[in-house]
């Protein structure tokens, strides 16, 4: 078990930035793929970033359009999502999550990832 738990999330003016911080105990978490997600009210869960289990190599959905940034410190156990310019349509949940030992890098797909945090609200206000 990897257990997963996020922080940093709030309320922030539009235009403004957050960073949301997962740390991860328990099974390896230096090996795996990480990834965030979010859910907004009455919309599915997607992809938002991914990272390599070596912290080289990041990829992302369309619609973050250079205005985030993940990234991971494995000695912490901790991945980070660096959310700038941030507009209204980002208000969501967002969750950490982390891959099984087989998920590729470039998995977008929340049935690709075996562990996940319970969630950090991030509001934005217009």
Known sequence: QVQLVESGGGLVQ??????????GSGRTFSGRVMGWFRRAPGKEREFVAGIS????????ADFVKG??????DNAKNTVYLQMSSLNPEDTAVYY???GGMSTRYGARGSSEYAYWGQGTQVTVSS
């Open 14 to 23: 539009a235009g403004g930035s957050l960073r949301l911080s997962c740390t």
């Open 53 to 60: 289990w070596n912290n080289i190599s990041t990829y992302y």
């Open 67 to 72: 205005r985030f940034i993940i990234s991971r």
């Open 96 to 98: 950490c999550a982390a």
